[in-house]
């Protein structure tokens, strides 16, 4: 399944780095252009090259199989209990699927000259998930990781998986990871970002985890101005 061409916001100054930002379920990159727009009419990240990934249409099994933009399919919704709840029946098919779509825009951009550690992916819900998953089982280090109101997909397995694609290679322990999440979303629950910032640090890696006062299941201007910080340093 091929994926619809992403949308591509060039750097204003000599392209020395690249970040990649993934939507959500039933969204599509056009969603977060913005983003890179306002830093633009702001001149921040002038010599950053932006991607903004578009997911192929599938069906939603918990949508009564409506099709739609997504990295994966959701197979069953979780009653919001626990986090091993919410990692049962997951579409691993489809996440390994898009872990390779996203590998393959990691290679691309080093292949063109972008260092790896010049390379940030992030993203929101189903994009951060997904952007979280494929940071972390890179073969290639790179510069950060962000997962927005996301989660950590098939945390039973991505222990063999991050050695099955590091190899004898360095990998991302030392790469930071930023975490965003409202404490008062409804759909990915503020405890399964918790969660994951756990199992994540119990692994090695370098998590920091912001909690946002009354937000659901969106980003808000203060997160928005923690990505920036985050990307900055």
């Known amino acids: 399944m091929s994926n619809p061409t992403a949308l591509i916001i060039p750097a204003v100054k000599r392209h020395t780095a690249t970040v990649i930002m993934a939507h959500g379920l039933g969204d599509s990159g056009a969603g977060w ?18 991607i903004f990934p578009n997911a192929p249409n599938i069906p939603i099994t918990v949508n009564g199989g409506m099709r739609m933009p997504g990295w994966y399919d959701i197979v069953r919704r979780s009653d919001g209990t626990n986090f091993t709840d919410l990692q049962a ?50 073969k290639d280090r790179l510069g950060g990781i962000f997962g927005l109101s996301s989660y950590l997909l098939l945390h039973k397995k991505v222990k063999q998986l991050i050695a099955d694609g590091v190899g004898s290679g360095e990998g991302n322990k030392e790469t930071r990871i930023f975490m965003g999440h409202g404490d008062s979303d409804p759909l990915v629950r503020p405890e399964w970002g918790q969660a994951t910032a756990k199992y994540l640090k119990e692994m090695g890696f370098g998590v920091e985890l912001k909690m946002y006062r009354g937000l659901e299941h969106s980003a808000d201007p203060e997160e928005i101005d923690d990505v920036e910080k985050f990307l900055n340093d």
């Open 33 to 50: 252009v913005g983003l890179a727009e306002n830093w633009r009419r702001r001149q921040k990240f002038e010599e950053v090259k932006f």
């Open 89 to 138: 029946s997951q579409d691993e098919a489809g996440i390994l699927r898009s872990q390779s779509y996203f590998h393959s825009l990691i290679t691309s951009e080093i292949a063109s000259g972008i260092p790896s550690t010049r390379i940030v992916i992030g993203g929101f819900s189903q994009g951060g998930a997904m952007s979280i998953f494929s940071g972390i089982t890179s």
